[in-house]
């Protein structure tokens, strides 16, 4: 099963580039760490040699900093300016997004920002270089894609459980003792290593999506570390389990809303259209171009859900929805893939089984298919195409988890921090814009900055905006830090 929506940047997802450590020490650095070449993996080419890579060691327990150690896969590009400021720490969300696969090829869209700091990324533990958890295999991760994620009867609901609780007994199977220790708590002490080791007296962060909450989380640990920190793309700190579909069901409910009007369609009977096709879809999968493979329910939403991330992407949406009104799945299926990182030869990538193993540590709620039934009707109200997965995802999400969740939301009040930079898009699907507003407040008066864009898409820096560029490169390179409430349009 994988979750409908991921919180990551996945504009930079779609052109991933992977990366490893191999042979050769960089000179002229003060870290300690044997900084080298990074070097190609299955999933794709090493990154240019202006890219190196290392690894790093932090205690597997930060309540036990003397005991087991694990490594984290590190990647980073030396500033080109003579003015240096340090290093700028990146994460891109998921949770489970590979920070040292995505940071060359996301490096163009912030290529002022390397003027003056290294620019850093990682993969956080449990994910990619750092420990990655890989939960089934590929012949196991398309067989569940039959699995019904929205039972209509007694048998599917009970195959969706089991499906669920078995997903767990994999990841427990694979990660062992890490799984207990992979949440956003522990990699904020990450972050705070790896800013001590790169020698930098303060955070200079970068927060996408998810990675908004561990900069929020970063700010509430370590308040007087915080230098200049900007999080895009912001993820509620005020919403639990529950609330965070709801929230996710509004946000992609509007920018279905919005792709529909920009078709020249009524959104109430779009979506009543969509949500026909659907119920279709379900009773008789499409067939596709796929041998052996149709497009099933659960395949369409994700298909629905990636275009909308972009605006750039909504004529694929208009072409996939006519090909599918016409009996064919296959375009649907392509962008469901794209979304589920399965290439054209069966193999899948293993983000969402890392984001499983964080988000469920980090969670404490695990909603019954009995609270999931009642909370239906309201989840259906917020949007007839969305709302219905997005419910029973709370059900199935955390299912049985081998281990218990830390909180029901996140602490991020940083009263004593410096001033935090919050960017909020009023068209975001996947983060919307009620999450920068929640954040900005929590971080504290004085602490939390919010920069508004009216845009459309996951995410404003990079997006089209020079407003939104420039206040955020000002901030960044020059510590200018905006008036509260400033509205890019």
């Not at 919403?239 to 996710?248: I, L, M, P, R, Y």
């Amino acid at each position: 099963m994988t979750r409908l929506v991921r919180w990551t940047a996945l504009a930079a997802a779609s052109a991933l580039l992977a990366a490893g450590c191999s042979g050769g020490s960089s000179d002229d650095d003060r870290s300690g760490l044997s900084w080298g070449r990074c070097k190609a993996t299955a999933d794709g080419p090493a990154p240019s040699s202006e890219w190196q890579c290392a690894t790093m060691k932090v205690p597997l327990d930060w309540s036990k900093p003397d005991g087991e150690t694990i490594g984290l896969g590190l990647i980073r590009a030396k500033a080109r300016g003579g003015d240096r400021l340090g290093s700028l720490l990146f994460n891109f969300g998921g949770p489970g997004a590979s920070g040292v696969s995505m940071m060359p090829s996301y490096a163009p869209a912030v290529s002022s920002l390397r003027e003056r700091y290294d620019l850093v990324s990682w993969d956080p533990r449990g994910v990619g270089a750092s420990e990655g958890v890989r939960c089934r295999g590929d012949k196991e991760i398309q067989a569940a894609e039959s699995v019904d994620v929205t039972p209509d009867t007694p048998a599917e609901e009970k195959a969706y459980v089991e499906d669920a609780a078995d997903f767990g007994k994999g990841c427990q199977k694979d990660a062992g003792k890490l799984m207990a220790h992979v949440s956003t708590a522990d990699s904020a002490r990450d972050m705070d290593r790896i800013r001590e080791v790169l020698g930098d007296d303060r955070m200079n962060y970068f927060g996408i999506s998810y990675g908004t909450e561990l900069g929020g989380t970063y700010a509430h640990l370590f308040p007087k570390k915080v230098g200049r920190v900007t999080l895009d793309a912001v993820v509620d700190p005020t919403a639990d389990t529950v609330g965070h579909a709801q929230n996710q069901a509004r946000g992609f409910q509007r920018a279905l809303n919005g792709y529909l009007r920009s078709t020249g369609q009524d959104p109430e009977d779009g979506t009543r259209k969509i949500a026909d096709l659907l119920q279709r879809i379900d009773a008789r999968p499409l067939a596709t171009g796929a041998p052996g493979r149709k497009l099933t329910q659960t395949l369409a939403v994700t298909g629905i859900i990636l275009p909308l991330y972009s605006k750039d992407s909504w004529p694929t949406l208009t072409s996939a929805l006519k090909a599918a009104e016409d009996g064919d799945g296959s375009e649907l299926l392509v962008l469901a893939d794209r979304y589920n990182e399965r290439d054209p030869s069966g193999r899948y990538g293993t983000t969402t089984h890392s984001q499983r193993v964080i988000s469920c540590l980090d969670d404490r709620q695990r909603p019954t298919v009995a609270d999931t039934k009642k909370r239906l009707p309201q989840f259906e109200r917020i949007s007839p195409v969305f709302g219905t997965f997005l419910g029973w995802d709370t059900a199935g999400w955390c299912h049985d988890w081998p281990v218990p969740g830390q909180h029901d939301s996140p602490e991020v009040s940083a009263p004593d921090a410096a001033p935090v930079l919050v960017v909020g898009n009023t068209g975001d699907p996947a983060t919307p814009y009620e999450g920068a507003r929640r954040m900005a407040g929590e971080l504290g008066k004085g602490v939390g900055v919010l920069l508004t864009w009216r845009g459309e898409g996951h995410g404003a820096y990079g997006s089209g905006s020079e407003c939104v560029d420039s206040t955020v490169d000002a901030y960044l390179l020059d510590g200018s830090v905006p008036k509260d409430g400033k509205v890019c349009s």
